[in-house]
């Protein structure tokens, strides 16, 4: 989303209107319904767009901010929360790792404000590094996790989370699925809650996690947790839906929509809370069946909990437990547990698909950094955002990746090991180092670990579709705010050898890098150029390729960049190489490469 | 099943990221819920800006439950790219499903990574021909082509748009609306045209392969590429460890070996190209490519 539309705050849609929206467009529509005043997020699939969204809503309702990571937004709620306000933070699932520690004691302290925290799963792993299930992460912290189905109810559940929140006393989970997060279905709207703030509750007892007082906080949590699982079996989140037959289905989220898909007429527990569980509610419904199934994605969650309760629950016998569900998935659970018949595959057409992996942008400013790694033959700590693109031919550079901001101490364990013979570089981009990598970059610096650390800066957050951070020099809102210098900062952590370079100029480029790889200690290179797409897209004159010249070596190929692909021309048995000028933004690498100076800027018309 | 009056529509419209397919399903996802029907569309764009491939299920009726497409229950297959219509093709109804693409190839970087003499881009090689063959209704058209010839080749989502008009039961008008409000001011005038003109092209029969596509993908098998065998030979006492040949290799097969000299470390990934004797400062390689000669038959 662009400046410019995300200034444009329109008047928020009146209520009562039906829209189509996706479920982090209605997730952001429940918070500023709910009356919050304070929302804090850090990017990632498939969460990004809640933030960005909650962001269209008049900054008199709502402050809306990016945060360094996902603990910090965690931590700026519970500071809103604290402050007596509604306060709200969305995350992807594996941001919920790094905010976990916050979490955990915040749900010993319980809330003032109302908080509510959304969760967005990524079954199939469309878009992350594991498809870890935030549901267990409710069941740790002894938290509510509502589940909703589709856009009407992530309106509605993440709304009513609010008031849950401030009735139990307990941060409140809504987690989304990258289904449920990217679908868009007809939202009926309401109405902006009118929430005058609460006064600070100066209650040290409560407030403050010293041992004596977590100690008389955890029996809290635990009665808390009793309280809810009595209202929840009356509660409209869950609710019977009965029907023809002897065997009941209790599901929830997303599979709710595959289970009346493939039996629209079996009766069926749908459940909008998964943790904690209705007890009595789910008795009842067992008692009034004879065979129980449950279908819910990833982890056997209410399973498992069944299966305590005595309840002779199945469900992973015939449902994977990873993976993205499918109405065809959940056709075949039930085909295999004999409620369905089995589908028929008859496929008529045998043929493999072309593989088409994604690549890095033509122009992209990554793409020469890892040429130039390769070149140096480094073993090479990766770290996570586009640059993860450069594990594959033909850049093939990195050698891990783990989580945000591994890979600088990954280098220093690689570096401590002492078995490795080739030159240990660790690559972070901007928005990963402003995340998590400064932590890590002090730990090299503290125990003299000999690596060089490559920062990839390309002004933006760029995997998740373009989101500003510190080192943009602008917030969610697009105001101006002062710009982290990356130079100045990595200097004053003490490290001696810190050079700068623009990767548009390879030679330069690799010079510096083997310069820092040379430096015994930590040495820092930071590349500096701008993403070509955003926050704005850059499209400069582009080059094209003489076809008299080039002598089919396809050595520029190397960069894989999309605008460079073969000509119907051919040179001793290998097609020559075409620029196309709609794709190409006129970087000039593939030129800097070309050892027969084929590649120039298309020329003028005289 | 297919025929219960109630039954929700399915349409599956892909393509690659940058294409429009969002444009081309927020279009249709409009429509149907203007017209009162249940809507759900639902795509997944992680990687869509990448050059990845995008879908976009779009499913409308009375009630809709599923957010996604039962495979083998897509009533109508849009491609916006050629070789992403085939990957979802099976996806289609066998008996009454309904196959709509522009015969535009975008190549990935990919296709062309084999430097082998001969080779040809790893793109999909199927032909209109057979695939509409075996399809119930079909269209391959030059959408791309057509919206150029318009004035603008990015219309050709809106071309595509017009041909979907003509297998779906919403009025024109309908469609040109929701269209113009859809599309920049500035380019209503072009879209409408584009609409109609894809419109105006599907209402010419059931199957129909436009003549620019027709035999498409097969444009130069014909061409011959005597193989060679090729012969690498380092003179190692010239050459001094330069290192130029091992960083400008296109197929990296090439590394200094303990002596900090230049070797062929990878003779099977050499493709003859003859670089690394051209740039060494010491004409310290000589490549020989000789053609291998076909037995007479
Ligand atoms: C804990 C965690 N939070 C968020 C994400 C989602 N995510 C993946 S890459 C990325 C940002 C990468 O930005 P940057 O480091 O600047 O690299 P770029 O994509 O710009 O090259 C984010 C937020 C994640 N994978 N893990
Ligand atoms: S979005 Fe930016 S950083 Fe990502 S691949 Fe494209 S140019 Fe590179
Ligand atoms: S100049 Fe070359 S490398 Fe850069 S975008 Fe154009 S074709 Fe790609």
Request: aromatic share 6%; hydrophobic share 40%.
């Amino acid at each position: 989303m662009s400046h410019a539309q995300r200034q444009e705050t329109a008047e928020p849609t009146a209520a009562g209107a039906a829209r189509p929206m996706t479920g982090n467009e209605a997730i952001a529509r429940g918070v500023w319904e709910a009356g919050c005043k304070v929302a804090a997020a850090y990017p990632g699939t498939p969460s990004t767009e809640i933030m960005e969204n909650v962001a269209g809503y008049p900054a008199e309702d709502i402050h809306a901010q990016w945060s360094t990571n996902e603990k910090t937004a965690m931590d700026v709620a519970i500071g809103a929360s604290f402050a007596g306000v509604r306060a709200f933070t969305a995350m992807k699932h594996v941001g919920m790792n790094v905010a976990a520690d916050a979490l955990m004691s915040f749900s010993y302290i319980g809330v003032n404000g109302g908080l509510v925290i959304a969760v967005c799963d990524d079954p199939g792993i469309h878009s992350s590094q594991n498809e870890q299930d935030s549901r267990i992460y409710a069941r740790f912290a002894q938290v509510p996790v509502l589940e909703p189905s589709d856009g009407q109810e992530a309106l509605e559940f993440t709304r009513a989370a609010f008031a849950l929140s401030e009735k139990y006393d307990t941060p409140v989970f809504v987690r989304s699925t990258t289904r449920l997060s990217h679908t868009r279905s007809a939202v009926v709207l309401g109405a902006r809650e009118d929430q005058t703030g609460r006064a600070f509750h100066d209650l040290p007892a409560k407030n403050v996690m010293i041992p004596a007082h977590a100690r008389r906080q955890h029996g809290v949590v635990l009665e808390r947790e009793r309280r809810l699982t009595e209202m929840l079996s009356d509660s409209p989140f869950n609710r019977v839906e009965p029907g023809q037959g002897k065997v009941g289905i209790i599901t929830s989220g997303i599979p709710y929509t595959y289970v009346k898909e493939c039996l629209p007429d079996a009766p069926v527990l749908k459940l909008g809370v998964t943790w904690p569980l209705p007890d009595r509610l789910i008795r009842d419904f067992a008692a009034s069946v004879d065979r129980v199934i449950v279908v819910e994605e990833l982890e056997p969650l209410i399973e498992d909990a069944l299966k305590a309760m005595g309840i002779a629950a199945e469900g992973k016998a015939y449902f994977p437990r990873e993976g993205e569900f499918s109405p065809e998935i959940v056709h075949d659970g039930f085909a295999n547990a004999g409620l369905m018949d089995p589908r028929s595959n008859a496929a008529p057409f045998e043929f493999a698909p072309m593989v088409r992996p994604p690549v890095l942008c033509a122009g992209c400013p990554h793409t020469s950094c890892f040429m130039a790694l390769r070149a140096l033959d480094a073993r090479v700590a990766g770290d996570i955002g586009c640059y993860t693109l450069a594990v594959v031919e033909p850049l093939k550079s990195i050698d891990t990746c783990v989580a945000m901001g591994s890979s600088i101490a990954n280098a220093v364990g690689m570096a401590k090991a002492g078995t490795e013979t080739k030159p240990i570089v660790a690559t972070i981009g901007d928005s990963t180092f402003l995340h998590s990598g400064i932590p890590p970059l002090i730990d090299a610096v503290y125990n003299n670990a000999d690596i060089t650390v490559f920062i990839l800066d390309n002004h933006i957050t760029a995997m998740t579709g373009g989101q500003d951070h510190p080192g943009t020099g602008r917030t969610l809102r697009g105001e101006p705010s002062p710009r982290v210098d990356f130079f100045e900062l990595v200097k004053s952590l003490g490290v001696k050898h810190v050079h700068k370079v623009d990767s548009y100029d390879i030679a330069t480029m690799q010079q510096q890098l083997r310069e820092a790889v040379a430096h015994k200690g930590v040495s820092v290179v930071i590349s500096d150029r701008p993403c070509v797409l955003d926050p704005v897209k850059i499209k400069g004159p582009a080059m094209e390729v003489a076809q008299e010249s080039c002598i089919a070596c396809q050595a520029c190929m190397n960069l894989g960049c999309p605008a460079l692909t073969w000509s119907e021309e051919w040179h001793e048995g290998r097609h020559k190489v075409q620029i196309d000028p709609d794709a190409c933004i006129g970087c000039s690498l593939c030129a800097q490469l070309c050892t027969s100076h084929a590649i120039k800027p298309i020329a003028e018309p005289a | 099943m297919a025929d219960k009056p109630n039954a929700t529509k399915n349409v599956l419209i892909v393509g690659v990221g940058g294409q429009g397919v969002i444009m081309v399903s927020k279009v249709l996802a409009q429509l149907c819920q203007a017209d009162g029907h249940d809507v759900k569309q639902s795509e997944v764009h992680g990687m869509a800006k990448r050059g990845g491939g995008v879908f976009s299920h779009v499913r409308f009726g009375p009630k809709v439950w599923s957010p996604t497409i039962p495979e083998g229950e897509v009533d109508i297959l849009v491609a916006l790219e050629w070789a992403e219509g085939l990957r979802w093709i099976k996806h289609l109804k066998p008996d009454t499903g309904t196959f709509i693409a522009d015969c535009q190839k975008i190549v990935p970087p990919f296709a062309c990574r084999n430097r082998k003499r001969g080779a040809e881009p790893a793109y999909a090689p199927q032909t209109p021909e057979e695939i509409i063959d075996q399809v119930h209704a079909g269209y391959v058209m030059d959408a791309t082509g057509m919206a150029a010839n318009l004035g603008n080749a990015k219309a050709s989502n809106t071309v595509l748009l017009g041909a979907l008009s003509t297998v779906l039961e919403f009025p024109e008008d309908a469609w040109q609306d929701i269209i113009a409000g859809t599309v920049p001011p500035k380019s209503v005038e072009i879209n409408a045209r584009a609409f109609a003109e894809g419109r105006a092209w599907a209402q010419g029969g059931e199957k129909r392969i436009d003549v620019t596509a027709s035999g498409l993908h097969k444009a130069h098998s014909e061409v011959h590429h005597p193989q060679v065998d090729t012969v690498v030979e380092i003179t190692a006492e010239w050459c001094k460890g330069c290192d130029i040949c091992v960083k400008m290799c296109p197929e990296r097969c090439l590394r200094l070996n303990g002596q900090l000299k230049a070797e062929l470390a990878l003779p099977d990934l050499c493709t003859g190209c003859q670089l690394c004797s051209w740039l060494c400062p010491d004409m310290a390689i000589k490549v020989t490519n000789t053609p291998i000669t076909e037995p007479a038959e």
